[in-house]
């Protein structure tokens, strides 16, 4: 085996084991589009000087290069998945996909089919240059695949579990005793519900939901996981975050009953994040005890920036929906701001993917290197903090980003992102899919990113 292939092999199996032992930290979640975040009107430098104008406020030139960069780049990734990745005989999406978008494994993982069916429909249902057949189309025939193949009974009466990995033709590998495959479940059918107009889809995401709440907040025993006596509950930010996003997914659009069925959850959510915020708020830890206490070892002293940083952007959406002020800001300060000034590698750049908040070494192989999806979660953190406060030190990191980001991981040559890179920024795994890379974190903070900047170019002064 060649140096590649076993770094590769010990990659994922550090990563599985996190996502096994420790919540799935690896988990980065849908989002409703972003006009439910209202942009207070934008104060800008209008010079074309510089970047930055007077006081350190960015140009609106600058802007509109960053929003015509990102606009241009989304349409490339978009362009590549439906070249790629659709499989025309057994329906679904290939997520391992080569540098070159060739195929290099055929396993079909259901957390990546279920986001790549509610990206499509979120393009197709907002944005007018991407309501093509081809999207649509694509997107029914993934929902059809998952629906077929992704349930799993856990025998006898119990509930059904969605499989985490499925062969080519739909028959089920593996299950993780998670609730993550599930969330994307719901996530792909209430979007595909909303795009065409099926109402059994619709019905099918709230009943899943509905044993997701059960598993969480009443008994977990039908996840499949043993009770073991040494095994010390915790609260991993995971599981609060994904649910989160979910209500706030099944709530978009449906009415004051659908939003006040679901209230309670939210704020229950939101509470069990702020939990995470520890040592006199001077860090956000990844797992913390049911109690929201430190927990002991490396288990307790794991941060992960990015997620910390996609965690702030979903309080500050929650926040603006609520009107709630003092959220804002313990979302900008703990979980946007706090986490970059730890994260960012001082040295190469970028956003450590693990740190140890008392300096040991992660224990994880993967730490120092810099991952995709982070830094787009700090882009759309930043640029959605700044809409809604117009702080310009926030702008200033949205450019900080944006600038690594274009710098480092698009693939001017054959399209896309690549995903993993060294601590120094070079290319590390060439693939642009995979068992965890698919068709969502990047056209998500692309699509996000472009109707922020929409909005606030559209209401500067």
Same mark, same amino acid.
Request: glycine residues 8%; charged residues 25%; contains cysteine.
């Given at each position: 085996?060649?140096?590649?292939?076993?770094?590769?092999?010990?990659?994922?199996?550090?990563?599985?084991?996190?996502?096994?032992?420790?919540?799935?930290?690896?988990?980065?979640?849908?989002?409703?589009?972003?006009?439910?975040?209202?942009?207070?009107?934008?104060?800008?430098?209008?010079?074309?000087?510089?970047?930055?104008?007077?006081?350190?406020?960015?140009?609106?030139?600058?802007?509109?290069?960053?929003?015509?960069?990102?606009?241009?780049?989304?349409?490339?990734?978009?362009?590549?998945?439906?070249? /790629?990745?659709?499989?025309?005989?057994?329906?679904?999406?290939?997520?391992?996909?080569?540098?070159?978008?060739?195929?290099?494994?055929?396993?079909? /993982?259901?957390?990546?089919?279920?986001? $790549?069916?509610?990206?499509?429909?979120?393009?197709?249902?907002?944005?007018?240059?991407?309501?093509?057949?081809?999207?649509?189309?694509?997107?029914?025939?993934?929902?059809?695949?998952?629906?077929?193949?992704?349930?799993?009974?856990?025998?006898?009466?119990?509930?059904?579990?969605?499989?985490? @990995?499925?062969?080519?033709?739909?028959?089920?590998?593996?299950?993780?005793?998670?609730?993550?495959?599930?969330?994307?479940?719901?996530?792909?059918?209430?979007?595909?519900?909303?795009?065409?107009?099926?109402?059994?889809?619709?019905?099918?995401?709230?009943?899943?939901?509905? $044993?997701?709440?059960?598993?969480?907040?009443?008994?977990?025993?039908?996840?499949?996981?043993?009770?073991?006596?040494?095994?010390?509950?915790?609260?991993?930010?995971?599981?609060?975050?994904?649910?989160?996003?979910?209500?706030?997914?099944?709530?978009?659009?449906?009415? $004051?009953?659908?939003?006040?069925?679901?209230?309670?959850?939210?704020?229950?959510?939101?509470?069990?994040?702020?939990?995470?915020?520890?040592?006199?708020?001077?860090?956000?830890?990844?797992?913390?005890?049911?109690?929201?206490?430190?927990?002991?070892?490396?288990?307790?002293?794991?941060?992960?920036?990015?997620?910390?940083?996609?965690?702030?952007?979903?309080?500050?959406?929650?926040?603006?929906?609520?009107?709630?002020?003092?959220? $804002?800001?313990?979302?900008?300060?703990?979980?946007?701001?706090?986490?970059?000034? /730890?994260?960012?590698?001082?040295?190469?750049?970028?956003?450590? /993917?693990?740190?140890?908040?008392?300096?040991?070494?992660?224990?994880?192989?993967?730490?120092?290197?810099?991952?995709?999806?982070?830094?787009?979660?700090?882009?759309?953190?930043?640029?959605?903090?700044?809409?809604?406060?117009?702080?310009?030190?926030?702008?200033?990191?949205?450019?900080?980003?944006?600038?690594?980001?274009?710098?480092?991981?698009?693939?001017?040559?054959?399209?896309?992102?690549?995903?993993?890179?060294?601590?120094?920024?070079?290319?590390?795994?060439?693939?642009?899919?995979?068992?965890?890379?698919?068709?969502?974190?990047?056209?998500? @903070?692309?699509?996000? @990113?472009?109707?922020?900047?929409?909005?606030?170019?559209?209401?500067?002064?």
């Amino acid at each position: 085996m060649c140096k590649f292939q076993f770094f590769y092999v010990l990659l994922l199996f550090q990563w599985e084991q996190s996502v096994s032992r420790l919540g799935a930290v690896a988990l980065h979640f849908l989002s409703p589009h972003p006009a439910h975040v209202t942009a207070a009107p934008l104060t800008l430098a209008s010079s074309a000087a510089g970047s930055f104008g007077p006081a350190g406020t960015m140009s609106v030139v600058k802007l509109e290069e960053c929003r015509e960069r990102i606009r241009t780049e989304l349409d490339n990734v978009v362009d590549f998945w439906l070249k /790629y990745s659709h499989d025309t005989v057994h329906g679904g999406f290939f997520t391992c996909i080569g540098r070159d978008g060739k195929v290099y494994d055929e396993l079909k /993982y259901v957390w990546l089919q279920g986001r $790549q069916v509610w990206m499509y429909c979120r393009l197709y249902r907002t944005m007018d240059r991407f309501r093509k057949p081809e999207i649509l189309e694509a997107a029914i025939a993934g929902g059809a695949f998952l629906r077929k193949f992704a349930r799993v009974s856990s025998g006898g009466s119990g509930p059904w579990k969605c499989a985490f @990995c499925l062969t080519r033709d739909g028959k089920a590998v593996k299950i993780q005793r998670t609730i993550f495959s599930e969330c994307f479940y719901i996530m792909a059918m209430d979007e595909l519900s909303r795009v065409t107009g099926d109402k059994d889809m619709q019905l099918e995401a709230e009943q899943m939901m509905q $044993q997701l709440i059960y598993w969480v907040r009443k008994d977990s025993s039908g996840l499949g996981r043993p009770q073991l006596s040494g095994d010390v509950p915790t609260n991993s930010m995971a599981v609060p975050m994904m649910l989160l996003c979910l209500v706030q997914q099944l709530s978009e659009g449906r009415g $004051q009953e659908v939003v006040q069925k679901y209230r309670e959850l939210g704020s229950w959510c939101v509470q069990e994040i702020l939990q995470h915020i520890q040592r006199d708020g001077t860090a956000i830890l990844e797992n913390v005890s049911l109690e929201g206490a430190e927990l002991p070892g490396c288990q307790g002293r794991l941060q992960n920036p990015g997620h910390a940083l996609e965690a702030g952007w979903f309080l500050l959406q929650f926040s603006a929906e609520q009107g709630d002020e003092d959220l $804002q800001r313990t979302a900008i300060d703990k979980f946007v701001e706090l986490p970059y000034q /730890y994260g960012w590698d001082k040295e190469h750049g970028g956003l450590f /993917y693990f740190l140890d908040v008392d300096g040991h070494c992660p224990t994880q192989l993967e730490w120092s290197m810099k991952l995709w999806w982070p830094h787009c979660e700090a882009l759309i953190a930043f640029l959605m903090a700044y809409s809604q406060t117009k702080r310009p030190e926030l702008l200033e990191r949205f450019s900080q980003v944006y600038e690594y980001i274009f710098g480092h991981f698009p693939d001017a040559k054959s399209g896309e992102w690549f995903g993993y890179l060294t601590q120094e920024g070079k290319v590390a795994l060439d693939f642009k899919g995979g068992p965890f890379k698919g068709f969502f974190h990047v056209p998500r @903070c692309l699509y996000m @990113c472009e109707r922020i900047l929409d909005d606030l170019l559209t209401n500067k002064d």
